[in-house]
């Protein structure tokens, strides 16, 4: 491969780094802890902050315009969003955009609330996607919460119809630790520990700001998924009465005052959809048949589809041969009825059921976020046996920083030691191999953003043992350097022949640690596994930076710097000078490098 082509691959490789750094970068360095703090609250905290900061907002350009004065500069974003509906209708801007002018870009006082509460609740919503995307800490680097689960087996016997036996509970809390794990794994909270404790109890740990939403997004759908059939007649009926009585219909626990009012074989459930903030928000009410027509537990696949004809998304879901046979049978007896998704007697979507369906389930009539969040459901939603919250602590980030702090210290205080060393010992090779010391830390760091590992002190502890190793590749390069510089030969053949020579003695050392980290990596959990990733990414990232970016440094001291000589050792003996010479003058070696 030529010189030019191996530069601008490291060029290629640098600006993705960047890219790939970027988020972390804006996270943790150029966005204001205040908002910081806003971007990691729960949805229903952003909701309330987005309505209160709109009115206030709103009152302060009011207050503006009544002296007829200039927008006010906490409210300056204004003048865009009245730009932006201006252009949209095809109507010219005013003179000048004041404050009054702003006003009356807006129709009534709801749309300009409506107007500026989307544009608050979408400024933090960007602020979590920067958040997500940014290298994340673990538990004890920035605290986090700890969660203790405990299985509801009174709710699992009445889901079996007996006592379950210790093989039951035993074979429930299994398959609810595999669930937890995958829903894990589809919600993207990064590197938890998630363990059994005891007969009955799951823990976890989170890592990241004490937000609740996790624990909702992780335990959501407590075990309740179930399909029921719609009493459409008996919807109506109930929805005319609670028209007519809308105050006594339900008492303070939400159940009828009056239980004749539905038949005795169906129950009320509220139907919700998901608003702008992604939150639960009641639609209306309509009656189910109490009998579940299929347990979520049956599902094993869902996904979002894509129908040939109109491109519109469709919810497909697989079903276990059992729960196709019972399914078969309930589309069989209800074709043309409405059935419904409930979930944790909430009603999450309703579908007509068009013919008598076995396995493979499609459901139309959504929108493309809606489907998602409905396969979502459907792939994760249902558990054997439910679980609630026993215990759950917030963990402080404050011992967090101390170990940061110190961890820093080692980071900086490791390679600034190998950079001594390597200066000392190698004079301007050990600058090359500096120069790609600092690189091999911005890559490894760009990988860890990139794909979302979560940084901990484990992981930390193997970044610096990759530091150590890739000085280990560098000095066998200049050794081998060495042997050929005695040799007499010239800068270039001197540095193709010591990467050539050093070149399988580094591939196997470290092809070696970089299978052991991959075991580890597969077969470990918690803090191990974070130390194999490191470790791992640390490994391809050393070959790379000693092999690569090093080779084409010495090569552009060579072919733009034109020097002549490697300088690689303080301790170059007189005598080997004298021999290199005298080889040199009796011309059994050209251009000795000396």
Request: glycine share 8%; hydrophobic share 45%.
């Amino acid at each position: 491969m030529s010189k030019l082509y191996r530069f601008i691959i490291v060029i290629i490789v640098m600006a993705l780094c960047f890219i790939f750094l970027l988020p972390t970068l804006r996270w943790y360095f150029f966005v204001p802890a205040q908002d910081k703090a806003i971007a990691l609250q729960t949805r229903e905290q952003i909701k309330e902050y987005a309505s209160r900061e709109s009115l206030l907002d709103l009152q302060a350009l009011q207050d503006a315009a009544k002296e007829n004065g200039s927008i006010p500069q906490n409210v300056a974003f204004t003048e865009g969003l009245a730009k932006k509906i201006q252009k949209d209708n095809g109507l010219p801007s005013p003179a000048e955009w004041n404050a009054a002018a702003v006003l009356s870009v807006f129709n009534s006082r709801q749309e300009a609330l409506d107007a500026i509460e989307n544009y608050h609740r979408q400024r933090v919503f960007d602020l979590k996607d920067l958040q997500s995307n940014a290298v994340q800490l673990g538990l004890d680097l920035s605290g986090g919460m700890s969660i203790i689960l405990q299985a509801d087996m009174d709710a699992l016997a009445s889901r079996l119809g007996h006592t379950p036996t210790a093989e039951d509970r035993n074979d429930a809390v299994n398959r609810a630790l595999e669930v937890l794990n995958n829903r894990i794994d589809q919600f993207g909270l990064t590197e938890p520990v998630i363990r059994r404790q005891g007969d009955d109890q799951i823990y976890i740990e989170i890592p990241g700001a004490a937000d609740p939403e996790r624990i909702n997004g992780i335990i959501m759908g407590r075990g309740s998924l179930a399909f029921h059939m719609v009493d459409s007649e008996a919807t109506t009926a109930f929805n005319t009465y609670y028209q007519s009585h809308p105050a006594d219909t339900f008492n303070s626990q939400d159940e009828l005052i009056d239980p004749s009012i539905i038949p005795e074989d169906c129950v009320v459930r509220g139907v919700y959809t998901k608003d702008q903030y992604g939150l639960d928000e009641f639609q209306r009410y309509t009656v189910l048949k109490k009998t579940v027509g299929l347990d979520g537990n049956y599902i094993q696949s869902a996904q979002v589809e894509r129908n040939n004809l109109d491109g519109k998304p469709e919810v497909t879901f697989q079903l276990s041969s059992e729960g196709g046979d019972i399914f078969y049978e309930l589309t069989s007896a209800n074709i043309g009825k409405p059935m419904a998704i409930v979930l944790d007697n909430r009603v999450k979507a309703e579908a007509t059921i068009n013919s008598a369906i076995r396995d493979s389930v499609m459901l139309t009539g959504f929108g493309e976020e809606e489907a998602q969040n409905i396969a979502l459901t459907l792939r994760t939603a249902a558990l054997p046996v439910e679980l609630e919250v026993l215990n759950q602590q917030s963990i402080g980030a404050s011992m967090g920083e101390d170990t940061i702090r110190q961890g820093l210290y080692a980071l900086i205080g490791g390679l600034a030691a190998v950079m001594v060393f390597l200066l000392v010992f190698y004079k301007g090779a050990g600058i090359n191999a500096v120069i790609a010391q600092i690189l091999n830390i911005y890559l490894m760091f760009a990988v860890l953003s990139a794909f979302n590992f979560t940084l901990t002190l484990p992981s930390i502890a193997g970044f610096i043992l990759t530091i150590g190793m890739a000085v280990d590749a560098n000095v066998i390069i200049f050794e081998r350097m060495k042997e050929e510089m005695r040799l007499g030969k010239t800068r270039k053949a001197v540095v193709e022949a010591g990467f050539d020579k050093a070149f399988w003695a580094i591939m196997d050392s470290n092809i070696t640690t970089f299978l052991a980290a991959l075991f580890l990596s597969q077969l470990g959990s918690g803090p191990i596994q974070g130390f194999a990733v490191s470790l791992a990414v640390g490994v391809v990232s050393s070959v790379f930076t000693s092999l690569f970016v090093s080779h084409l440094i010495f090569d552009f001291g060579t072919d733009v710097m034109h020097s002549k000589g490697v300088s690689v050792s303080w301790r170059m003996k007189a005598n080997d000078k004298e021999r290199i010479k005298a080889l040199s003058d009796s011309g059994l070696i050209k251009g000795a490098a000396v």
